[in-house]
Structure formats: structure tokens, C-alpha cells
């Protein structure tokens, strides 16, 4: 019975003292008469903090540890509790923030700040979603009616809240990768840039390394610098400063890569100018100095993304230009032929762009679906990624892409590899390297069976430390409705790489769709098709003869890749090339009209070189019997050369002549054999 009176009598004491500590102790002279030293270095250590407080959120992170050692010393003042966790809010550190914001509510319930909005947003950040819709009603009912426009926002936030509470219950099965630290660094990373198949990366960083050396006084940070890395043997190279011309004394952000990733369109400015919009390539082997964009896309506003279609027609891109439906939205442009320029900026609608901001678009090389960050629609919280595609009229309605891709917090600037296995993002989540980090999504699919056990789970985490894996299958992979053509360029003798110029055609149409080069450097190039037509790529080289590839990409294709090296042939006696975009109907020698492209180039390489004469010749696989096949392969032999004839090129310079299947390529054996095998041919007779 002793033993028990002691018990209680001890938690009494304690109930006491914690009544004690949970009461609000000013920071004045009387509460700290026995250390008055303590209480100096308390006040100077407000005071430091203070200042870069009241400079604004970019600067609170440097009143932490001077509020931090004020705090040791007295932890029970709801003020400096407070600011403590508004510094920490700001910072991203959210268990710290609630941790400090909680105590100085609960130091004083009547503390008139903002408490209720920080601690709502904290919560929400940290998947709290009740706790946080509680504490937005909360500062709610302490507006006064005539502040209308914080009542909205945090009506707005309770709604970001539900949605969260949705999506959390339902996530994607996802693997979520921080790029690691040859990517990331303790200050920002943002603004990630690929070429199609994810091979080549340019990023935006603020580090103390860059070519001015200055710090944004608006900001605190360091100015912006692109960097670049590479993928390869399955990991990302450390990162290099893309160095001047491309750099320079400003700010310079990296906005997007072409396909091939040989151009760049990046942003400049200072702490004086918002800026503009530049582009530039590195075609020759090394980049140009970059050129404004135009004015059709720059504005005396602000322009700070964008994003070029697939053929490099088309400009999608992001401006808070005051005629558009929120701060913020995204806008396209297409290229001018005739002008050589981007043309008028054209909004893409309320289905797109919201009366809140919209930011980081991307098109992915299918050129028909889009990838944006919203405030508005059904966001979590802040910026969320959002898709939609065009179904040939329209943009359909934004499908947000889900938790964890997205999170309570900025999530932007997401792009997507053209097999759409990968994306990549920019996020401030917690336990990254810095402030904003690089992040790649891998997305797994339907999760086969069996389900992986606790043990699998932990092996897995032991494998991948870096990454958080969603279980629950409730996405399946969205197959690229889209071609993929990696190739390099050589001299066919030297084997050594040529600069190319090819032409991008839709045999349909005739319709030359784009233009490219092949790297200086390299004679590498890298194509995307997408889905629904039949395509043409003609490659050209001064001296050469030309050389023909042919793609069919049906509108339900599947995602498939493509290698190849393009041996050129100078024009020479004996040298003969493949037509591979010359088509005839099954058993016809009539040309369709998907081959007048072709027939087009053909004639003039013979205008350009007079003195050519050239046999066209006729080849057939070994189906069906040998004299059809001969006579069939020189009656669409002769079909192509009155073409030419038509075309103006004298006849005495065509010869043609049918093979049957006398002179095969590949195995007949196989389908795709003697597909390799029907072709017409183009020989050089004399020069």
C-alpha cells in the first residue's frame, strides 16, 4: 500500500511539472532572474534570427539556428515557437514545423498569426489530411468577412485535402528514384530536360560553381547554370557545367530538348529583367550562341517552360501574360515556313489551363499527349502532374497522374521517355539532398502474381535503398503508340560519321514533316514516329547518293525501337542504293502514290549530276513462278523510269531491267526475308 502512495505522489509531481512547462514564459526580465547571461544571449539570438525572419521565406532558413539556440533556453514561448516552425515550413522539414507550430498553439490557444494556415498546410504535406482539413477550419473561422480571398484559398486547400485523402487510399504502383548524388546536390535542381529515349539530360542548378559567381539577392540563392549528364552502363554520369557560350554571367535554365537532344531552348535573365526564351544546337559538335526564340513566344512577360512536338513544328510553352485564364498558362505556337519564325500564340482552353497557374508542359514524343503541372483542377496540394491527349479535335479532360507521383507539395517539370516507362521530375520531398531534387519514376504495370511477401519487400528495399515501391496494381503501363529510330551516319569506306541532312516524309501526303542533321561529331541522329502514318527518311550528304529508309507506323501500333547504321555511297560508277520508299500494289507494277516523293528525289539527284547514267532494276522474292517473277520485276522497273521521264529526264540516261528473284538479299526462307528481298534498286552505269 506504501509503494502505491508513493507511485501517485510521484505522478503528481509530474503532472504538475508538465503543467508548468505547458504554460506560455515571455521573454522578459523577471521569468529568467537567475541567468541573466542566458537571457542576453537569448535576446541577441531573437534579434539575429529576426532579421533574416522578416526578409521573407527565402531567408528563413538562416534564422534557424539562431531561433533553434533561443529555443534551448526557453522552449515554452508560443512566438518563438512559431516562427521556429514557419522557418522549418519553409525549409520542408514538416515533422519540425508541426512539431513547433503545435506547441505554440498549444503555449496559446488564442495566438492570432497564421498558425492555423501553416500548421494546415504542414499537415497536408504530411499526409494528415484530417488533421489538416480541422486546422484550415480553423483559420476559417478567424477570418473576418472581408478577407474573401484567404476564406477561398483555404476552402480550396480542404478540397486538395479530400482529393489527397483519395488518392492516398489508391496509389499508382510506382518505383520513385532520387537520381542520386551524381545528379543532386545540397542546393536546387530543377528543370530536367531529355532527349527521347532518356539517354542525355540538361538540368537547371543554382550551385556556388557558376559562371558569374553571383548570388540573386531576390532569392538568397545562387544564379542559375544547365547542367548535362549521361546515361550510361546503367547509371547517370556526374554532372558538368555545359560551360559558356551557353552559360553566361546570368541566369540560364535549361526549358527542352529536341527528340535527337541536339537542340536546346533555355532560358536567360538577370535579377533585373524577367527574361526570355533562347534557343540553340549543337549539330556542328559543339553549341551555337543562342538566339531569342521570337516575339510571338517572348513577351514583356514572363515565359518559363516549353516544349517542341516531335517534328519541331510546334511550340508548347508556359506565360502568365495577363489574357490567358489563370496567373499562369500554357499557350502553343507553330512554326511559320514562310517566315522561318514561331507564329502567333494560340491558348489552348479552360480544358487545359485553369483560373490557377499551370506550369512545366511537355509533349511527349507521340506528339499527342501532353504532360503539364496544375494548382487548379484535382490537385493534392500545390503543383500536381496532370495528362491529357489529343484525340484528334481536341485535348481530352486532365487525368491527374496519381499518389506517389504526386504529392502534397510542388511537384513540376515532368517528362516522359518515349516508351513511357520512365519519367522524370522535379519535387521537394523530404529526404533528398537539397532543397529541390531530380526524381525518376519508373511505372511497373499490372503487378504479377504471386504478390511479393514481406521477405521479397525487404530484399527488394535492400536492393534499391533510394526508392519507395506502391504494391497496390492499380495502373498498367500505357504503351507509346510510337516509332523510335536510333541510328548513326558513316562513309561507307572510311566508316567514318558524316554530318547529314534527312528529310522527314509522310508518304501519304507528301508532306515533308520535318528536317534534321546528324551530329558532326558522332553522325548520331534519333527519331520518334508517331503513331497513324507511312513514313519516308531520306538521307542526304554533298557528294553522296541519297539513302532511303521506309517506316509504317499503324495508328494502334506498339512501342517499338529501332537501330541503324546508314552506310553512304559517293557517287560513283557501280554504286547502287536501295529505294526503299517506291510501292506498288500486290502483284502490280502501277506505282502508288506514296512513292512520288521518292520518284521526286530520284530526279533530282539526276538533274544536279547530268552526266549520270543509271540503271533502275526490279527484284521480286521467290513466290510464285520464275517468269511471273521476271516479268513482273521489269515491268515496275520501266514503271519507276517513265516516272523519271515524266519528270523531265531524258530517257537515254535510264536504263532498266528486271531480276525476278535472281538476285536476293536476304533468305527467302522468312517473311521479313523476302519482304527485304521485293525491292527496286538504283545503279550507277556511268558518270
Known amino acids: 500500500m506504501k509503494k502505491l502512495i508513493i507511485s501517485l505522489g510521484s505522478l503528481l509531481i509530474i503532472l504538475l511539472s508538465n503543467s508548468l512547462f505547458a504554460q506560455n514564459i515571455p521573454f522578459e526580465k523577471e521569468y529568467f532572474k537567475l541567468d541573466k547571461d542566458g537571457y542576453k544571449t537569448a535576446l541577441n539570438n531573437i534579434k539575429d534570427g529576426d532579421e533574416f525572419f522578416d526578409q521573407g521565406e527565402y531567408y528563413m532558413k538562416e534564422a534557424i539556428p539562431y531561433y533553434e539556440s533561443a529555443n534551448k533556453f526557453n522552449p515554452n514561448n508560443d512566438v518563438l515557437n512559431y516562427r521556429l516552425g514557419v522557418c522549418y515550413f519553409y525549409n520542408r522539414q514538416n515533422a519540425k514545423a508541426i512539431l513547433h507550430l503545435e506547441k505554440a498553439k498549444s503555449l496559446n490557444p488564442l495566438f492570432k498569426e497564421n498558425i492555423n494556415y501553416y500548421l494546415g498546410k504542414s499537415y497536408q504535406r504530411n499526409l494528415e489530411w484530417e488533421k489538416a482539413i480541422s486546422a484550415y477550419e480553423d483559420f476559417i473561422s478567424n477570418r473576418l468577412p472581408e478577407e474573401s480571398y484567404e476564406i477561398s484559398m483555404a476552402n480550396k486547400f480542404i478540397n486538395e485535402c479530400k482529393n489527397g485523402e483519395i488518392f492516398s487510399q489508391d496509389p499508382v504502383r510506382v518505383w520513385v528514384d532520387n537520381l542520386g548524388a551524381n545528379i543532386n546536390t545540397k542546393y536546387h535542381e530543377y528543370g530536367v530536360a531529355i532527349n527521347a529515349d532518356a539517354s542525355y539530360m540538361m538540368f537547371t542548378s543554382r550551385r556556388p560553381e557558376n559562371v558569374g559567381g553571383q548570388i540573386d539577392p531576390s532569392t538568397n540563392d545562387y544564379f542559375e547554370d544547365i547542367y548535362y549528364s549521361e546515361f550510361i552502363n546503367d547509371e547517370w554520369t556526374l554532372a558538368q557545367n555545359v560551360g559558356e557560350p551557353i552559360n553566361d554571367k546570368g541566369h540560364n535554365a535549361s526549358i527542352a530538348l529536341s527528340n535527337d537532344g541536339m537542340e536546346l531552348i533555355l532560358f536567360k535573365g538577370n535579377e533585373r529583367t524577367l527574361g526570355d526564351l533562347y534557343v540553340t544546337n549543337k549539330y556542328s559538335g559543339e553549341y551555337k550562341s543562342a538566339k531569342e526564340i521570337g516575339n510571338s513566344v517572348n513577351s514583356k512577360y514572363h515565359e518559363s517552360s516549353a516544349s517542341l512536338s516531335p517534328d519541331r513544328r510546334q511550340l508548347y510553352f508556359v506565360s502568365d501574360r495577363p489574357e490567358g485564364y489563370g496567373g499562369r498558362d500554357i499557350y502553343l505556337s507553330q512554326w511559320d515556313d514562310r517566315k522561318k519564325e514561331f507564329g502567333p500564340a494560340i491558348n489552348l482552353g479552360s480544358v487545359i489551363n485553369t483560373e490557377y497557374d499551370e506550369e512545366g508542359v511537355f509533349i511527349h514524343p507521340d506528339g499527342k499527349t501532353l504532360y503539364f503541372s496544375s494548382q487548379g483542377h484535382n490537385t493534392m496540394g500545390d503543383y500536381d502532374i496532370f495528362m491529357s491527349t489529343w484525340d484528334g479535335s481536341s485535348w481530352t479532360r486532365p487525368v491527374n497522374m496519381g499518389f506517389p507521383v504526386n504529392s502534397p507539395d510542388i511537384d513540376v517539370f515532368f517528362l516522359v521517355s518515349a516508351d513511357k516507362r520512365y519519367g522524370f521530375f522535379t519535387s521537394e520531398k523530404e529526404g533528398g539532398y537539397g532543397l529541390r531534387d531530380i526524381y525518376r519514376i519508373e511505372f511497373l504495370g499490372k503487378e504479377k502474381e504471386p504478390v511479393l511477401n514481406t521477405e521479397d519487400n525487404l530484399i527488394a528495399s535492400l536492393a534499391k535503398p533510394l526508392s519507395n515501391l506502391i504494391m497496390e496494381p492499380t495502373v498498367e503501363i500505357t504503351t507509346s503508340k510510337l516509332a523510335l529510330v536510333r541510328g548513326v551516319v558513316l562513309d561507307e569506306t572510311s566508316e567514318l560519321p ?144 517513265d516516272a523519271l521521264v515524266n519528270l523531265g529526264i531524258d530517257p537515254s540516261r535510264l536504263e532498266f531491267k528486271g531480276y525476278g528473284e535472281l538476285d536476293p538479299i536476304e533468305s527467302n526462307l522468312t517473311e521479313e526475308g523476302r519482304q527485304e528481298n521485293r525491292r527496286t534498286e538504283f545503279k550507277i552505269l556511268s558518270n
Open 498 to 641: 558524316l554530318v547529314a541532312q534527312m528529310e522527314l516524309v509522310d508518304n501519304g501526303s507528301g508532306q515533308i514533316l520535318a528536317t534534321f542533321e546528324s551530329n558532326a561529331a558522332s553522325g548520331k541522329f534519333l527519331i520518334s514516329l508517331p503513331s497513324g502514318k507511312n513514313y519516308g527518311i531520306a538521307v542526304n550528304v554533298d557528294g553522296y547518293l541519297f539513302h532511303s529508309e521506309n517506316f509504317l507506323v499503324p495508328e494502334e501500333t506498339s512501342y517499338r525501337e529501332y537501330e541503324l547504321t546508314i552506310l553512304m555511297k559517293k557517287i560513283e560508277v557501280g554504286k547502287k542504293i536501295i529505294l526503299r520508299n517506291i510501292f506498288f500494289d500486290t502483284n502490280s507494277s502501277v506505282l502508288s502514290p506514296e512513292s512520288k516523293t521518292e520518284i521526286a528525289r530520284i530526279a533530282l539527284i539526276l538533274t544536279e549530276n547530268p552526266s549520270l547514267r543509271v540503271e533502275i532494276s526490279g527484284h521480286t522474292d521467290s513466290q510464285g513462278e520464275d517468269k511471273y517473277n521476271q516479268w513482273l520485276s521489269e515491268k515496275r522497273a520501266k514503271s519507276v523510269v
